[in-house]
């Protein structure tokens, strides 16, 4: 094996480890997803627009619901995403 063909399987492999990191991440966050789903809770993001002329002098708070199910599905596609970047790059579980 030459010089260059270690780097190359050194550079895959830290490729490999990142994102195996991102995947224990993304998998994580599908874990409080559902657990927070399960409470019943809700996702209210709320913007916040400070004073300003357009709104009479004072700040503006909008809140919107999100349903559960989009905030699940978006971190079910972000696990996917990262498995089928493992695979791409020669990753074998």
């Given at each position: 094996?030459?010089l260059e063909?270690?780097k190359a399987?050194a550079?895959?492999?830290?490729?490999?480890?990142?994102?195996?990191?991102?995947?224990?991440?993304?998998?994580?966050?599908?874990?409080?997803?559902n657990?927070?789903?399960k409470e019943?809770?809700?996702w209210?993001?709320?913007?916040?627009?400070?004073?300003?002329?357009?709104?009479?002098?004072?700040s503006?708070?909008i809140?919107?619901?999100?349903?559960f199910?989009?905030?699940?599905q978006?971190?079910?596609?972000a696990?996917k995403r990262?498995?089928?970047e493992?695979?791409?790059?020669?990753?074998?579980?």
């Amino acid at each position: 094996m030459t010089l260059e063909e270690m780097k190359a399987v050194a550079a895959k492999a830290d490729q490999i480890q990142s994102k195996l990191r991102l995947l224990e991440q993304a998998e994580e966050r599908l874990a409080l997803v559902n657990k927070f789903g399960k409470e019943g809770q809700v996702w209210r993001p709320l913007l916040c627009l400070k004073e300003g002329e357009r709104w009479g002098g004072r700040s503006v708070d909008i809140a919107i619901d999100i349903p559960f199910g989009v905030i699940q599905q978006q971190a079910v596609d972000a696990v996917k995403r990262i498995k089928r970047e493992l695979v791409l790059l020669g990753y074998q579980a």
